[in-house]
């Protein structure tokens, strides 16, 4: 385990791990964790990777981008970060009730009223509210623009009554435990900034109530035992909810900087410009360093234009923040690639 993932993560009381299995396939609507090859117990993964959700603050920008319902969009979340946890926030078992085609009719894992995974069409259902909820914190973080055209975006019509238009606020929000979104009307009439408020509370306050707070007995700064207060997660649905809580809460939403990707995402602290890296990447923000690169050719043919100008190195370097040695080097390459 990281040791700054395990530091991150106490410090906001939370200590719940969540496990990754050995793969990941789509079958029968489900998304079914895989133990070489075959179909496992959701959430029962021992001895395979786990990781600490709370320490991941890119967990909603990842989420939100399965919100294509794309099997490889799906799969990819997944098989970085595990299911969301259907099972551990059942609210009516009843329709899962039955299911033996996974598992066959004498394992244990077939016995009524237990999923064989994720259903697909509530993981989606997540990945698109947790993007909604992410696009209005970050148009609320951006001005009364940013959230009038998002907000004016949401406006469908319900039906006519004579002749007039009944036109309203209308989303589909996931909700912890169902199986499909719940389809959530608002009155057109307020201020686009409150509309957005109540959509992201109405959304967030439904997908919360799956943590609670618990005590537990810890080594103390003295050496003696003592009580720590730690928040316990049922799922990693709980986990992504909360990053987006405290977001809105005080926390902070950007709009990433790279001109290709500029979405949403959780940032840790005001100063962050761009995309967390995802859980494996090893290295800055894919997105950072694509800007980067990008950056370094465009001055690299900057500096081959200005020199086939008749501008001095040096002048070329303090136009472009550059050492000399740096543009001599880039000037260089050209005449070398020019004379091949």
Not at 281 to 299: E, I, Q
């Given at each position: 385990?990281?040791p700054?993932?395990?530091?991150e993560?106490?410090?906001?009381s939370f200590?719940?791990?969540?496990?990754?299995?050995d793969?990941?396939?789509?079958?029968?609507?489900?998304?079914?964790?895989?133990?070489?090859?075959?179909?496992v117990?959701?959430?029962?993964h021992?001895?395979?990777?786990a990781y600490?959700?709370?320490a991941?603050?890119?967990l909603?920008?990842?989420?939100a981008?399965?919100?294509t319902?794309?099997?490889?969009?799906?799969l990819?979340f997944t098989?970085?970060?595990?299911?969301?946890g259907?099972m551990?926030?059942?609210?009516?078992?009843?329709?899962?009730?039955g299911?033996?085609?996974?598992?066959?009719?004498?394992?244990e894992?077939?016995?009524?009223?237990?999923?064989?995974?994720d259903?697909?069409?509530?993981?989606?259902?997540?990945?698109?509210?947790?993007?909604l909820?992410?696009?209005?914190?970050?148009?609320?973080?951006a001005g009364?623009g940013?959230?009038?055209?998002?907000v004016?975006?949401?406006?469908v019509?319900?039906?006519?009554h004579?002749?007039?238009r009944?036109?309203?606020i209308?989303?589909?929000?996931?909700?912890?435990?169902?199986?499909?979104?719940?389809q959530c009307?608002?009155?057109v009439?307020?201020?686009?900034r409150?509309?957005?408020l109540?959509?992201i509370?109405?959304?967030?306050?439904a997908?919360?109530?799956?943590?609670?707070?618990q005590?537990?007995?810890?080594?103390?700064e003295?050496?003696?035992?003592?009580?720590?207060?730690?928040?316990?997660?049922?799922n990693?649905?709980?986990?992504v909810?909360?990053?987006?809580?405290?977001?809105?809460?005080?926390?902070?939403?950007?709009?990433?900087?790279?001109?290709?990707c500029?979405?949403?995402f959780?940032?840790?602290?005001?100063r962050?410009?761009?995309?967390p890296p995802?859980r494996?990447?090893?290295?800055?923000?894919?997105?950072?360093?694509?800007?980067?690169?990008?950056?370094?050719?465009?001055h690299?043919?900057?500096?081959?234009?200005?020199?086939e100008a008749?501008?001095?190195?040096?002048?070329?370097?303090?136009?472009?923040?550059r050492?000399?040695d740096?543009v001599?080097?880039?000037?260089?390459d050209a005449?070398?690639?020019?004379g091949k």
């Amino acid at each position: 385990m990281d040791p700054q993932d395990f530091h991150e993560s106490r410090r906001r009381s939370f200590a719940s791990l969540w496990p990754v299995a050995d793969g990941y396939r789509i079958e029968g609507g489900y998304l079914l964790p895989l133990g070489e090859g075959s179909p496992v117990r959701p959430i029962h993964h021992d001895g395979q990777d786990a990781y600490l959700p709370m320490a991941r603050p890119e967990l909603p920008r990842e989420l939100a981008k399965a919100a294509t319902g794309d099997d490889d969009d799906i799969l990819a979340f997944t098989r970085r970060y595990g299911l969301l946890g259907y099972m551990q926030a059942w609210s009516f078992p009843v329709e899962e009730a039955g299911i033996t085609w996974i598992f066959g009719e004498d394992s244990e894992q077939a016995a009524p009223g237990l999923a064989p995974g994720d259903p697909v069409a509530s993981f989606v259902g997540h990945a698109k509210t947790v993007q909604l909820v992410l696009n209005l914190i970050g148009a609320l973080g951006a001005g009364d623009g940013a959230v009038r055209e998002h907000v004016e975006l949401l406006k469908v019509v319900r039906g006519e009554h004579g002749g007039i238009r009944d036109e309203v606020i209308g989303y589909d929000a996931a909700q912890r435990g169902y199986l499909r979104p719940v389809q959530c009307d608002m009155s057109v009439g307020g201020e686009p900034r409150h509309v957005a408020l109540r959509i992201i509370e109405h959304v967030l306050n439904a997908n919360l109530p799956g943590i609670s707070r618990q005590l537990s007995v810890q080594p103390q700064e003295d050496g003696e035992l003592g009580f720590e207060s730690l928040f316990e997660p049922h799922n990693l649905a709980d986990c992504v909810y909360w990053h987006l809580a405290d977001a809105a809460a005080g926390g902070w939403v950007r709009r990433c900087a790279d001109p290709r990707c500029q979405a949403f995402f959780v940032a840790q602290s005001a100063r962050v410009q761009y995309c967390p890296p995802p859980r494996g990447y090893r290295g800055v923000s894919p997105c950072m360093n694509r800007t980067k690169v990008r950056r370094h050719h465009k001055h690299k043919e900057e500096a081959r234009e200005r020199h086939e100008a008749g501008e001095s190195i040096k002048a070329i370097g303090e136009a472009l923040g550059r050492a000399t040695d740096t543009v001599c080097r880039w000037v260089e390459d050209a005449d070398n690639e020019g004379g091949k």
